[in-house]
């Protein structure tokens, strides 16, 4: 598989698992048919329309390229037709924005470094990649924005992007390190929803 | 009329009617004159930054040309001296929203297009030009986005959008194609309004 | 001292300002260690990048420059460590932002006339740099955005970017020139905030 294609696929599955996350918090929040396409399309690509305005990758390939818009609908279709199905998984928005996140971490970082950027933008666009798209689902829809939640989130999309974009700057084979990434986020994520694991806090120390 | 002169008038005429519709939903806040102001360009000129940063037409428009600033700072006047007229009026806000809705579908994939990209990025980009102020509106006044409310409204501005890029695309008369775009929105958004009509939803289906 | 060390001080200190108020309001609101950073973060470096796309200085130096996420940790560390000698302060969030507003105002306005652009761009680029991290702060920790709030803020910012950006285009000495648009911009936030001075509201007349 050349680079060109593996980064496109990781660029479309994170696309798909975000999206599917935008329309299920969509739909539980009975959204009508056009509300939750929005949902889906700016939770999917919105965090991608930032990063590829701040490399200067214009237009940005969410708006560009019909393939976002498509897998968006396709999404809020899955979402609302395989609804008994999808109510059965746990936390439905939480599992594929944990999927989503990884996928994004590491694409940004890596779409940065093609334009020629440094380490250091790759890395905070990979998190912008991955953490805006959620974010502005969680504005739209008035909920706390899961970044500013409880659990390990941006910081496991930190450690996927510093490892793809540290890697990719030292020439490590991209056979595996991407995947490693994707996993290193993934279980990080997990693992935090599991335990309920926690940042420090100080509020309480004063 | 040239083409220049004609697409100028369209984005003049919907920058004031958003000002004004910014300004109406300031002033029902009470908020002070800067905040009427300030709601009243932020509604008129939101969604076309949006859309000339993600062109590429740098510095946006509605920063560099002072018209625009001019534009808000004359419908807040407008608004603040003429109020018991203004009230007089059914849903001010949605009216004038509703037809800054059309005229910025219509000039946003026009000058999409003229930036050289495709019809997608013009039809996506139109729509975003024409929700985006109004969505900014929304956010800053703590309201549901007028975008995930029931009634049709981003679906107009697409409908919009995709009438005048294809149309553009394919030759078709400038004489009257934007104002038959313009008009189709504006008549769609007032149907549902007026009927309430809605997308369909699903969440009780299940 | 030459004119891009004396700028280059101005934005640091600056995003210093941000950085402590973003902080102290995530402490306020008892998020965790890494809610703190992003807070500060975003305060610090909001306005900065809104500013940077719009002038096209891609990738914007709030992403590509490690200074300035290492002034938000530091700034969010200065805020942990030393949280009781800060709460002795009386509006801390308030008296950062407001030192924070009159650099950024300046320096945003010089930056936009430095890329090229002109003085209307940098009257409103240095209101946008001054007051969108303020807003980005308050949006996501879901307070009334300090930009609509009732005291005079964002004006006070466009005093200070008006006289940068007028005193740099009619060549004046940048000897004195920032700083005085610094203190006028501070000495009208700070009366506004101890007399509670504020700008004309209608909503009562009518």
Redesign the interface.
Known sequence: MSEHVLFTWLDLIGTFAFAISGAVAA?QK???????I??SYVTACGGG?MRD????A???AG????RY?GLSVVAAGTV?GA??LV?KLAHPVLLFDAVGLGFFAVFGAHK?LAYG??I??AI??GV?SAVGGGALRD????R??V??Q?E????AALIAAAFQAGGETLGWSLRWLPWTAIALCFAIRYLSLRFHL?????????
């Open positions: 739909h009975k959204l009508d048919l056009f509300g939750i929005t949902l329309i305005i701040c490399i200067g214009l237009p940005p708006l560009s390229d019909w818009l609302i609804n008994q109510q940065t950027h440094g250091g933008a905070i666009l912008i504005l739209l829809l008035n706390t924005p970044i500013l409880k390990i989130y941006a910081s926690n940042h420090p806090r100080f509020a309480d120390d004063d």
